[in-house]
């Protein structure tokens, strides 16, 4: 899978991981929660994470697993909207958070961050309108 920091070579790699924080979450733990407000950006440094859904009724739904180098919470983070899936860990899970400003801070100085952002967000858009 494609990553955010695809296209940066190792030094800045170390520079751009070196300004985050690091979180780890134990198997099973929730990283976000489906309804609640908007807040960072996380990407998978270990581990794998998977995306439920609470569907009408109050069943949850099974949406995919995300690995390493994937990203979660970008879309309510840019857009303001409420969290749109649950995340849990589905292992131990290591991630790089990222709020707003970290996201404009890192975009100014490694432009290819948006593109890499916008390539991921356009191929979930596809995969979504494909189910």
């Known amino acids: 899978m494609p990553s955010v920091f695809d296209h940066l070579d190792p030094d800045d790699r170390r520079d751009v991981f070196g300004g985050l924080v690091r979180r780890r979450y134990g198997s099973g733990e929730f990283v976000l929660h489906q309804g609640g407000p908007p807040s960072s950006m996380y990407v998978i440094e ?3 994470a998977d995306v439920l859904k609470v569907l009408a009724g109050g069943t949850t739904r099974f949406v995919c697993r995300l690995g390493e180098g994937e990203t979660f919470g970008e879309m309510s983070m840019l857009t303001g909207s409420p969290i749109s ?5 589905a ?3 290591d991630v790089l958070q990222l709020d707003a400003a970290d996201l404009r801070r890192i975009g100014a ?9 916008a390539a991921i967000l356009a191929r979930r858009l596809a995969r ?4």
């Open 128 to 131: 979504v309108q494909q189910d």
């Open 46 to 48: 270990a581990g794998q």
């Open 91 to 93: 292992t131990t899970l």
């Open 85 to 89: 899936a649950s995340i849990r860990a």
């Open 109 to 117: 100085a490694y432009p290819v961050l948006f593109h890499n952002l």
